[in-house]
């Protein structure tokens, strides 16, 4: 099994940071894509950004392009987002997720993912 845990959420008004981590245990591996998604209020859960294995690829939705960046450090098998300017429209909850298939992948759906965490709220206020 893998735990996936996220933390760095919180309440942030409209063009400030904020920085979200996944610490992974448990089976981990360092072999896989991971990837944020986030799910808002009413809606349902959508892409937000992933990573390969290696950290050399990167995708993200449209939206945050350019305001969001996602790294790791498989040393410490945590995942990070870095996540700028931000607007109220980004608030949601964020989950972490790993990819269920070993190789990289455009499909970023939900259900291409195996493993989630529990989320983390994140708020921005206009």
């Known amino acids: 099994q893998v735990q996936l845990v996220e933390s760095g959420g919180g309440l942030v008004q409209a063009g400030g940071s904020l920085r979200l981590s996944c610490a992974a245990s448990?089976?981990?591996?360092?072999?896989?894509?991971m990837a944020w998604f986030r799910q808002a209020p009413g809606k349902e859960r959508e892409f937000v950004a992933a990573?390969?294995?290696?950290?050399?690829?990167?995708s993200y939705t449209d939206s945050v392009k350019g305001r969001f960046t996602i790294s790791r450090d498989n040393a410490k098998k945590t995942v990070y987002l870095q996540m700028n300017i931000l607007k109220p429209e980004d608030t949601a909850v964020y989950y972490c997720?790993?990819?269920?298939?070993?190789?990289?992948?455009?499909?970023?759906?939900?259900?291409?993912?195996?493993?989630w965490g529990q989320g983390t709220q994140v708020t921005v206020s206009s």
């Open positions: 448990g089976r981990t591996n360092s072999n896989f894509a």
């Open positions: 997720a790993r990819d269920g298939r070993s190789f990289w992948s455009a499909d970023h759906s939900v259900g291409a993912y195996s493993y």
């Open positions: 990573i390969s294995a290696g950290g050399v690829i990167t």
